[in-house]
């Protein structure tokens, strides 16, 4: 239990910490759990879609959704997204790119990430509540993406020379990982979440080949950037698949 509190705590801003210790080395171990709670965040989105749906326009309702998301999370992921959008858009050797990355300033390449990002996502959740099967999108699109970080955690070496979580997780972790994802998978009875899944597979390992060949590794922001990718192509690929004009 306080191995799944440490991972709450560690992505979420739900005040758990106080009950599981959030260092480095239980952040490591619990990372196995980190799908639970993409499943945890999407339920809580399902949750407030399906109370604002039917009184509020679904746009808004869209809106609300990405809202909540960067308030449960702290908007750890989208700070990713831009810091690696900086890196790699303006630096020209792998010393720049990490450097750029420390640099919390947002640059230009970062605020385009950041607006592109957050437009898709709004628009695709839009286009989800419209649909008559929106549930399961909602709740495994984070749940998916979370995943992804133990994939390229287990592929790929933390390109610092200085200590991270990152480092601690590994195929251990991948495969109590997956188990979890693939059940929550099964429990959908949706043939539209497997091939989501295939999709975040397939861009987390380009992803992940882009990391190799620019820094020789990923960092804690490159995690979070390929989260939003993830999720990105997640929401994408539920409206794809069941799509109706």
Known sequence: MKSLLAAIAFLTR???GRFAAIDE???ASSSGWFPLVGVLLGAIFALAAALLKDHLPLAVVAVLIVLLDSLLTGAL?????ADTADGFGGGATREDILRIMRD?????YGGVALIVVIALKVTSYEALLRQANWIPAVILTPALARWSVLLLTAALPYARPSASPAEGMGKRTLIGGTVLMAAALTIATSMRAWAVA???VAVTACFGSYCRHRIAGMTGDTLGANVQLCESAALLTFLWTGYQP
């Open 14 to 16: 739900i005040p758990v």
């Open 25 to 27: 080395a239980g952040v």
């Open 77 to 81: 992921h989208y700070d990713g997204l």
């Open 104 to 108: 919390h300033a947002i640059g230009s």
């Open 198 to 200: 295939a999709v975040v």
